[in-house]
């Protein structure tokens, strides 16, 4: 392979690569101007909804019935009467409860039952793991009238109070939750070295001290990922916040299908409001994404510390 020294500066030379050069062209399947118009029409694909649901929120419901896509006067009214109209404050309220505190659990619990399950053998731990697996294949639909019933007799025969409930809520979504975060950090900690644990067991360090001062600092980006799919999972769910809540204890998602249904069979709906209640709904989420930017693009894509 030949270089080529190119003068940019007095006293400065950068190497070229030809080879280099010409692998990154033969890799490339598209030419610029091709991948500018692709990622031209996706982000159009993408934004467009986005942008609809925006000026609708701020146009009348009379307007977004009638078709318009650009309002005539623009009004923030649909802001200020989805805190009446839709209940919205209690929702999001629990929905940042339920979800935030399943989030964290989940994330919590995770790192320690992957840290057992990669680095320790023992009897049954590829059990555990396929079932760990498997139980991502199972419908929530199949599970909604099982945890139902349990709960349910929890109350007749425990005198114990789970419908309805805030922690009741949360106790489902971590059985759904937890699996999947352990999941996520097992294929996590497989990617990081092993030879610092070595190290620090030589230096007379302990397991616990090895999972909180080494793989906990590490383990971040992964913590970060399992912990905001958890999240998710808690803020979207509509099957079961609606059949294990009561209008005290129901989420932001509960109560946006309540006000859409209520609303839907009356003389013109209220699009603007929906639409305003849909922004609010998933600003949180987008919020979350943008401040934990870096760890989520470190967790699904770098398999650990190389």
């Given at each position: 392979m030949t270089t080529t020294a190119v003068s940019t500066a007095?006293?400065?030379?950068v190497v070229d690569r030809p080879g280099?050069?010409?692998?990154?062209?033969?890799?490339?399947?598209?030419?610029?101007w091709l991948i500018v118009v692709?990622?031209?029409?996706?982000?159009?694909?993408?934004?467009?909804?986005?942008?609809?649901?925006?000026?609708?929120?701020?146009?009348?419901?009379?307007?977004?019935?009638?078709?318009?896509?650009?309002?005539?006067v623009f009004t923030p009214d649909n802001y200020a009467?989805?805190?009446?109209?839709?209940?919205?404050?209690?929702g999001l309220m629990n929905?940042?409860?339920?979800?935030?505190?399943?989030?964290?659990?989940?994330?919590?619990?995770?790192?320690?039952t992957a840290y057992v399950l990669v680095r320790y053998q023992f009897f049954g731990?590829?059990?555990?793991?396929?079932?760990?697996?498997?139980?991502?294949?199972?419908?929530?639909?199949?599970?909604?009238l099982p945890v139902f019933v349990l709960f349910s007799s929890s109350a007749t025969y425990l005198g114990l109070q789970v419908i309805g409930t805030r922690w009741g809520l949360f106790i489902t979504y971590l059985t759904f939750a937890l699996p999947f975060s352990t999941w996520v950090m097992v294929t996590y900690l497989r990617g990081l070295p092993k030879e610092l644990e070595e190290a620090a067991r030589i230096d007379g360090?302990?397991?616990?001290?090895?999972?909180?001062?080494?793989i906990l600092p590490l383990s971040w980006p992964g913590i970060i990922v399992s912990g905001i799919f958890a999240f998710l999972l808690g803020w979207n769910d509509?099957?079961?916040?609606?059949?294990?809540?009561?209008?005290?204890?129901?989420?932001a998602a509960v109560a946006l299908q309540i006000f859409a249904t209520s609303t839907e069979g009356g003389a013109i709906p209220y699009y603007g409001q929906m639409m305003a209640s849909a922004l609010v709904c998933a600003a949180p989420v987008v919020f979350l994404y943008l401040f934990f930017q870096k760890y989520l693009v470190g967790g699904l894509t770098a398999g650990g510390v190389k």
């Open positions: 007095p006293g400065v030379a280099s050069r010409q692998q990154s062209q033969v890799t490339r399947l598209l030419p610029n692709v990622i031209g029409v996706l982000a159009l694909f993408v934004l467009a909804p986005v942008v609809y649901i925006v000026l609708a929120s701020l146009n009348s419901d009379i307007s977004v019935a009638r078709g318009d896509f650009w309002p005539a009467n989805i805190w009446t109209n839709v209940g919205l404050a209690n929905s940042i409860l339920v979800a935030g505190s399943t989030a964290i659990v989940s994330a919590a619990l995770s790192i320690g731990r590829l059990t555990i793991m396929r079932g760990l697996l498997a139980l991502q294949s199972v419908p929530g639909t199949l599970l909604v360090a302990t397991s616990l001290g090895i999972l909180t001062k080494i509509v099957l079961f916040a609606s059949v294990m809540t009561n209008p005290e204890s129901q989420t």
